[in-house]
């Protein structure tokens, strides 16, 4: 019996093999349930082809999340293969590269509306139409860094977008726990994906961190898909609008 047994999910951020998104997917159907990706671009659809062969039936629907009637269509889309949804997961983040170089103060207008726009509106774009496919309630789990309310070197815009990525998983939680439907996120500590390499000087805080966590390591894209399908399943049924580290304690000493 897994955990997920019976379930479909739907992962929006499974870049590549590397990326939380893809563990995250992978977790899902070593527990039972039944995996369905997005990707935005051609591109994207071909790298993620290529590795979800493992997977079995597994749809791929194109998702531009900077488009409410993109994220509507791809919605769409999923009914037709998924017309019940148990879960999403939402494992996407991004600000332009200049906007996460130099100083905080030099950031912006567009590169803060953008990093907001797809790191923390796509949540609540994503949870609106998903909501239509959550007739027998569910869970939704997205991901955030602890940048959300401390300062830390070079993460710059993007920790205001995390800010905002939590305070709308609560807002989603109360909006739509009437409807069985639970809200979390998940916060990391620092992992060596391929959109991690964008924030300078990265290895070094893994290096950091490494040295001074309770448990004096970081943490794998596993782990942290563990803890995201704890969230997906029944045994979390009492718990939502929660922030759940998987930091190897991190949080509790810096």
Known sequence: MGLLDDKNVLVMGAAN???IGWAVALAVHRHGGRVALTYQAARLRRRLQSLVDELGDVPLIECDVSSDAAVAAAIDKLAASMPVLHGLVHSIAYAPAEDLQ???VETTRDG????????S???IAAAREARRLMTQGG??????????HRVLPNYNVMG????SLESATRYLAADLGPS??????????PIHTVAARS?????GMLDLLQTHTPLRRNVTTEEVADATVFLLSDLSRAITGEIVHVDAGAHAVT
């Open 160 to 163: 205001p977008a995390k800010a």
């Open 102 to 104: 130099g100083s905080f």
């Open 180 to 189: 069985a439907i639970r809200v979390n996120a998940v916060s990391p500590g």
């Open 112 to 119: 803060f509306a953008v990093a907001n726009d797809v790191s």
């Open 199 to 203: 924030i300078k000087d990265f290895a």
């Open 139 to 148: 869970s939704i789990a997205t991901m955030t860094y602890a940048g959300s």
């Open 121 to 123: 509106y796509s949540l």
């Open 17 to 19: 093999p590397r990326s």
